[in-house]
């Protein structure tokens, strides 16, 4: 069962979890929590729009503001989640401090 930040939850634990409910199990992968980390620096970098889900505890309603605000046609997010989700610590840390 997912014990993280919800609302920061990556791509394929909100996935499974709107599929299949809270109960669902999954094996944790150092990537998610990369991917975790774009969330927080987008919502840093968002906090009116992060603002919107904020309170929000629903996986579908959570998967679906993320595949809106971060999808792959941005560029900068896209290169973010792309070095997270292939666990590349050095790119993703160099690309964090470009933006910031």
Known sequence: M???????????ILQLLK???SATEYLPKPEDDLEM????????????LY????LEIDPGEL???WEEHLPASKKVWNSLL???RAGDYDTLKSQICEII
């Open 2 to 12: 997912f014990r993280g930040a919800l609302r920061h939850a990556p791509r394929r």
């Open 19 to 21: 599929d299949n409910g």
């Open 37 to 48: 980390v774009v969330k927080v620096v987008f919502e840093l970098m968002n906090l009116a």
């Open 51 to 54: 603002s919107q889900i904020a």
């Open 63 to 65: 998967f679906g503001f």
């Open 82 to 84: 792309a070095a997270a």
